[in-house]
T-cell receptor, first 115, second 113 residues
Framework: DAGVTQSPTHLIKTRGQQVTLRCSPK?????VSWYQQALGQGPQFIFQ???????QRGNFPDRFSGHQFPNYSSELNVNALLLGDSALYLC??????????????FGPGTRLTVL | GNSVTQMEGPVTLSEEAFLTINCTYT??????LFWYVQYPGEGLQLLLK?????DKGSNKGFEATYRKETTSFHLEKGSVQVSDSAVYFC????????????FGSGTRLSIRP
């Protein structure tokens, strides 16, 4: 079992650019959640995808968008990058159907640096 | 809204010392409570969890008890090792599989040999 995988590992962008981060969930999981972890802080919930739709969203601007594919993998897109978007972006997967556990399994993260 | 407050770090202890990291929460309803650990250069790993009042979660010598009366979920270990050096996050989540996880700000723990 490969667990949750994310790509790329590291990314450097400049202000105003756009970025796409990718996540493959753990085998058997159908739900993907994304979190932003700023340096020295706890992760903050961005949004969650289930059945290819955004199921809930945290307090992040519309510059942050996502997508889930039929194979349950997911992308996080950030437009018009700001310096403050520099962070570790974590993907977590879970079994989201009725009766599923609230336990989420995290990937190693993508470190985004905005210059 | 729901929130988690945990002891600020960094915490530095000698090997074999007793560890307590305090965590309190504010939540409506009956959340599940978690401790996650983040080792240097690695992702978040679930350390232990408790899903209802008076439950005790335990793993790798760490323990935490869900105390509804004090809204607390303090992490303890009787004898820490150098390999326990990491950042520890207290967190809560609703009972549903659709629930997001709300994290505390993290406590960095360093263990001296």
């Amino acid at each position: 079992d490969a667990g949750v995988t994310q790509s790329p590992t590291h990314l450097i962008k400049t202000r105003g650019q756009q970025v796409t981060l990718r996540c493959s969930p753990k085998s058997g999981h159908d739900t993907v959640s994304w979190y932003q972890q700023a340096l020295g802080q706890g992760p903050q919930f961005i949004f969650q995808y289930y059945e290819e739709e955004e199921r809930q969203r945290g307090n992040f601007p519309d510059r942050f968008s996502g997508h889930q594919f039929p194979n349950y993998s997911s992308e996080l897109n950030v437009n018009a990058l700001l310096l403050g978007d520099s962070a570790l972006y974590l993907c977590a997967s879970s079994w989201g159907s009725a009766g599923g556990s609230n336990e989420q399994f995290f990937g190693p993260g993508t470190r985004l640096t905005v210059l | 809204g729901n929130s988690v407050t945990q002891m600020e770090g960094p915490v530095t202890l000698s090997e074999e010392a007793f560890l307590t990291i305090n965590c309190t929460y504010t939540a409506t309803g009956y959340p599940s409570l978690f401790w996650y650990v983040q080792y240097p250069g690695e992702g978040l790993q679930l350390l232990l969890k408790a899903t209802k009042a008076d439950d005790k979660g335990s793993n790798k010598g760490f323990e935490a008890t869900y105390r509804k009366e004090t809204t607390s979920f303090h992490l303890e270990k009787g004898s820490v090792q150098v390999s326990d050096s990491a950042v520890y996050f207290c967190a809560l989540s609703g009972y549903s599989s659709a629930s997001k996880i709300i994290f505390g700000s993290g406590t960095r723990l360093s263990i001296r040999p």
